[in-house]
């Protein structure tokens, strides 16, 4: 077998694989015999069929079998006799394949590889390293936040709707006279400082009371998700069915036993509200600090080809996750124009080109694997919520998939680490809310 290799666009190679007659003989003789021994035509014994007559009514397969046989016997040495980092499954074209006159068999085979880095420094980052801590106030905050979520919603006659208040309203939306689609809606409930509305719809329902009827102007952003309702003007008839006020629980001994503390106390729930939320601090400032140093590296490295395997692979991944969304939020079937095949492409080659840009990290910090420290620490962050965290732990190192996925995360986060140390350029202070809310 001789193998010649090409250079093409990107990170395309071209390998022309010319198979000799005598292996290509064997190939067709192997794809003849299993066709007189298995094949049926009326008229004849199984097995005992003409040559001529088999090869008139399966010709084609037996070809297309002794080529499929040739090329499966013979790409994996052509691959390792190229030497080439080989992503995906090549694309093949028969050149030369006629198995007659004992002539050889060639054929191309189109192959992706892996991108060839130059690893840059990582001092040109110039990150700031986040800086952060749970304050007392922070927890303080955190223990009128569960109030509120453990209150109750209560009604209120002479309430006025204003900031804190939930309203219940009809609703009946119009653009140019005509009702639209989505418009309308029967007891909607909306929390005044929480519940998203478009621009100026909230404010204009403030001051009102249970029983008011009115009508309030409005106009959509420019950017808003349906196209037919982008900038234009619309009314809405308004009707308050009722407003309530949020009764919240004191902080007392049943209070703390609802979250598990089972003693009561409130500075036994206090020391456990500052533990969640310190890991809940240290989950967000790992995912900001990722996210920042990412995109700093794809920056660096700026435009180069990726393999189309992975670009395809990370559009089906973009497009599952984001069809998941929309399923959380009650879409149950995605509309056509969310479907296209180009719609996460941008993302999926971004996220192809950082694939390859921390192999290529890895490769040149030699982290074959992770270290016990992240791999321990990875643990932890899942399991120290839970009430035995050990066995919890045990668990999953007892699991396969469980703790490979671990294993990956671990990996990840040793990388960002590792590059952050020398990427870091100063400091930067940020509040829990700001982290853990993204403010």
Known sequence: MQVSTEKKEGVQHLLTVTVPAEDVKKAYDASF????????????????????????????????????????????????????????????????????????????????????????????????????????????????????????????????????TRASIDFTGRTDGVEFEGGKASNFSLTVGETQMIPGFTEQIEGHKAGDKFTIQVKFPEDYHAENLKGKDAEFDIVVNSVSELSLPEVNEDFVKVFGVKDGSLDTFKKELRKNMERELNRAQYTITRGKLFDALVAQYGEFAVPEAYVEAEKERLAKNFEQQMRAYGMKKLPDSLKKDDMFNDEAVKSARLGAIVRKIVESLGLAKPSDEFVEAQLEQIAGAYEDPAELKDQIRKDKAQFEAVQNAALESEVVAKVMEKAADGEEEMTFDQLVNHR
């Open 33 to 164: 015999r299993k066709y007189a021994k298995n094949a049926r035509i009326d008229g004849f014994r199984k097995g005992h069929i003409p040559t001529k007559v088999l090869e008139q009514q399966f010709g084609g397969q037996i070809y297309s079998d002794a080529y499929d046989s040739l090329v499966n016997e013979t790409l994996g040495q052509a691959i390792k006799e190229s030497k080439l980092d080989v992503v995906g499954y090549p694309k093949i074209e028969v050149k030369k394949a006629t198995f007659k006159n004992d002539e050889e068999f060639v054929y191309e085979a189109t192959v992706e590889v892996n991108p060839e880095l130059e690893l840059k420094p990582f001092e040109d980052l110039k990150l700031k390293s986040i800086k952060a801590s749970v304050t007392d106030a922070d927890v303080d905050n955190m223990i009128e936040t569960l109030r509120k979520q453990q209150g109750k919603w209560q009604v209120k006659d002479d309430a006025v709707v204003s900031k804190g």
